[in-house]
């Protein structure tokens, strides 16, 4: 017991002898031999020693970080520009605190330690992940090489296959993770180069594949036998855009964006087309007919149909409910999704006999015994009244142009499933409604006969079509007007 009392006094008065005058020399300056990084603090107040740290920080946040991408592309960031902060600024007071803070035997145990070795403090910093991530994201993805997939081109009857090409693209969330891991375990805080992850993208399909794309999934005709030469151009014209389509499992396809833009240039003509409810000349009028028809091979064929939109008025080459209306003024489409397992193929063409076809080719997964049709369940109709009459004073005495009534409709389009000839379900595919329209007339009042101008207007008062082109007839026949070729009512656009 005495000997312990004995050392314990002989070690205070030995902590008073050193670490006193140390005290009283200079309480305010960091002892020597204390370091942060490789920065000497010794001798330094804590001011001025943040004062260097910070320095040091700044000069670190600019050094150049070369982050390696594809085929010796590169892209060159400071730590700055990814965030970086210094993330134990405490470590300053720390460093100041060492040997001259604390009880004695502490300060004194401090000071002999430092006589033997440097006390070395760590930065510590981080990083901005989202920074980094936008960084790789935005200006490595122009480095990054698409895959090419395999396509299939149909030149007559011939069948031409491409196989496609590997792709190459920053795998960002991994290279996000190999960069912070790099900078804060690793980084010896000078220029470095840091590889990014790589991810190989193999493209979709094979000669093998596409090759077997030859079962029949849906095909659907309808017939333009009364249209216009300009609507059968038309239709042609817009098949040839939707034809020889190749789908892989997920993609979608924009029907209207596939056949515009209407213009002469892009191969279309004027012929008649629904405008508010009434018939007139549009370029492209009859595309329609194109829309509806691949509708029906669509539905065949089961495939989703993500966007489709019934006519304004009733038509005349499928039943109420079948059609898909397309309108570039309003930007209704046609949009459906391949969500087979497996790639499609649709094929469009229009023949001699003024009928047009879509057949969707694939490989069949569905059962044979299984059988799906589509029914027309008409919910409501409604006959229109009356007569309506347009009077054009650019057309002269003696046109008259008729549109035949359209009859209103609600309806609704069933998908029905048998299986071994036994309904087995009966599922709503949509709703639509037709509005009835009127049968109208465009009657022409130019004349420089003023005779032939009360005639006509006379003839326009009385609401009656009939009476109004027997009217026209005879002017024409007194020589009032030339005649002018005459305008049967017009079923189909």
Not at 369 to 395: A, H, K, Y
Request: aromatic share 8%; with cysteine.
């Amino acid at each position: 017991m005495k000997k312990f009392l004995l050392l314990t006094i002989m070690t205070l008065f030995i902590a008073f002898w050193f670490i006193g005058p140390v005290e009283a020399k200079d309480r305010e300056t960091i002892l020597g031999g204390i370091f942060i990084d490789e920065i000497s603090l010794g001798g330094k107040t804590a001011e001025e020693a943040m004062v260097l740290v910070l320095e040091y920080v700044d000069d670190l946040g600019q050094k150049e970080i070369t982050l390696n991408i594809i085929d010796g592309n590169y892209i060159t960031v400071t730590p700055d520009e990814m965030g970086f902060k210094w993330s134990n600024p405490e470590i300053i007071e720390a460093a100041a605190a060492l040997g001259q803070k604390g009880n004695i035997i502490t300060r004194y145990k401090a000071i002999k330690d430092l006589e033997h070795s440097n006390k070395i403090y760590q930065l510590e910093y981080t990083f901005d992940t989202a920074l980094i991530f936008d960084i790789i994201d935005d200006q490595g993805k122009k480095y990054n090489i698409p895959a090419i997939d395999a396509t299939l081109e149909i030149v007559g009857n011939e069948r031409i296959i491409t196989d496609g090409q590997t792709g190459l693209e920053i795998d960002v969330h991994t290279s996000v993770d190999l960069v912070i891991d790099y900078l804060e375990n690793y980084w010896d805080k000078t220029n470095v180069s840091i590889d990014l992850a790589i991810a190989i993208i193999e493209p979709r399909g094979s000669y093998e594949l596409l090759s077997s794309l030859t079962d029949v999934l849906g095909t659907f005709t309808t017939s333009f036998p009364g249209s216009s030469a300009n609507r059968v151009t038309n239709i042609a014209n817009g098949t040839s855009f939707v034809s020889g389509i190749l789908l892989y499992p997920g993609d979608d396809f924009n029907v209207l964006k596939a056949l515009m833009p209407f213009t002469e240039e892009n191969g279309y003509e004027l012929a008649g087309s629904f405008l508010r409810g009434q018939l007139v000349d549009s370029l492209g009028g009859g595309i329609c007919q194109v829309s509806t028809t691949l509708y029906n091979a669509l539905l065949l064929a089961e495939l989703e149909i993500l966007e489709r939109h019934s006519h304004s008025m009733i038509i005349s080459y499928v039943e109420p409910a079948m059609d898909a209306a397309i309108a570039e003024s309003s930007g209704r489409s046609l949009r459906f999704m391949n969500n087979k397992e497996t790639p499609i193929l649709i094929m469009g063409r229009t023949s001699n006999d003024r009928r047009v076809t879509f057949t969707i080719y694939g490989i069949e997964d569905r059962p044979s015994n299984r059988v799906i049709s589509f029914e027309t369940e008409i919910l409501e109709t409604t006959i229109p009244e009356g007569e309506q009459i347009f009077q054009d004073s650019s057309l002269p005495v003696g046109h008259v142009s008729v549109q035949s009534a359209y009859i209103g409709y609600k309806s609704r389009l069933w998908k029905i499933v048998k299986v071994d000839g036994v309904e087995v379900s009966r599922e709503r595919i949509n709703n639509s409604s037709y509005t009835p329209v009127p049968r109208s007339a465009t009657v022409g009042t130019y004349t420089t006969d003023a005779n032939a101008l009360n005639h006509i207007m006379a003839a326009i008062a009385t609401g009656n079509i009939d009476h109004i082109r027997n009217v026209a007839a005879a002017l024409q026949e007194q020589s009032y007007v030339p005649p002018v070729e005459a305008h049967p009512d017009d079923h189909e656009w």
